[in-house]
């Protein structure tokens, strides 16, 4: 258990990190230079610095401390929504970023600071979270320190099986995201930390269940194993792929690049009554003119009694 302390503890540490680093940013940089690069530069290093320590457990854990699947998805559940909840808006995900772009919510500069920030912080959080394990605080940290230099790949399938497996993670999350983007966050954060923690058991043994080119490229690029053609092909077309057919579902288009809707057809959902025409004037007849026309006897000038 003191290795899962360790664990707790640098989660802890990141987490505090980065939200000083936040608020420091905040209150130091314009806005736009805060949400457009730091705030999205911070988040992405949070996420990379979490996944890597998140790794070790996964892959040490359960033979060097004796961690059962149960506490690890338990732990990744709530590693989700402690992030949901500290993010403040970012990603930290390149997908996103450029399902923002094709949502025509986002210019292409914006989209690109963005994507640059994301690699930024992500090679910080590497750089410091090997740091800590040369430390070697806890035996997984020495294990992992002596791992580092000789990593393997992640991806355990073939390269079209692991580009479809992540394409499918891609395209639930970013349904999921598109479907609950207007919801409040006490109902948005825990539904994506459940899809993050079933994908990473359903896919977990096949490719990681990363669906994050950013994280994937931190973890598992230049490991041995695959090239690096291919651990871009699962890990950065397949989220890619997934994004885009995510967008089409939802929006039945993708509004950067078409403005008519290409699967869903525009028909109004009521009907307008119908309104019958109205009378011309000289039509409009009271019922006594009308009996009076029809009866003359009746309504016309009588004639002298009979004698």
Not at 14 to 40: D, H, I, M, N, Q
Request: proline share 6%; hydrophobic share 45%.
């Amino acid at each position: 258990m003191a290795g899962l302390n360790v664990s707790l503890s640098f989660f802890f540490a990141t987490f505090a990190l980065c939200e000083a680093a936040r608020r420091a940013s905040k209150a130091l940089l314009p806005v736009g230079a805060y949400e457009g690069f730091a705030r999205e530069a911070v988040g992405a290093a949070q996420l990379g610095a979490c996944c890597l320590e998140m790794r070790t457990l996964v892959v040490l854990g359960p033979w060097a401390g004796g961690f059962g699947p149960d506490l690890l998805l338990t732990l990744l559940f709530l590693l989700f929504l402690a992030h949901g909840a500290t993010l403040d808006g970012a990603s930290g995900n390149p997908t996103v970023s450029l399902q923002e772009f094709l949502m025509a919510e986002v210019s292409l500069p914006g989209t690109l600071l963005k994507l640059a920030a994301q690699g930024l912080g992500v090679q910080a959080a590497c750089t410091l979270t090997r740091l800590c394990w040369a430390w070697e605080l806890s035996d997984l940290h020495l294990l992992q320190s002596l791992m580092a230099q000789s990593c393997s790949s992640t991806l355990r399938t073939s390269v079209p099986h692991g580009a479809l497996v992540e394409a499918a993670c891609a395209f639930c999350f970013h349904l999921t995201l598109l479907h609950l983007r207007h919801r409040s966050p006490a109902h948005r954060v825990p539904a994506v930390a459940l899809l993050v923690t079933i994908t990473a058991y359903a896919a977990g043994p096949l490719t990681s269940a990363f669906f994050n080119p950013a994280l994937a490229a931190s973890v598992t690029f230049g490991c041995s194993g695959h090239t690096l053609l291919e651990h871009t092909q699962v890990y950065c077309l397949g989220p890619l792929a997934g994004m885009v057919l995510a967008v089409l579902l939802h929006q039945g288009r993708l509004p950067r690049l078409f403005q008519r809707n290409l699967l869903y057809s525009q028909k109004h959902k009521y009907r307008a009554p119908r309104v019958k025409p109205a009378l011309a004037s000289g039509d409009m007849q009271t019922p006594a003119k009308a009996r009076s026309g029809r009866e003359p006897g009746r309504g016309g000038v009588r004639g002298p009694p009979s004698s």
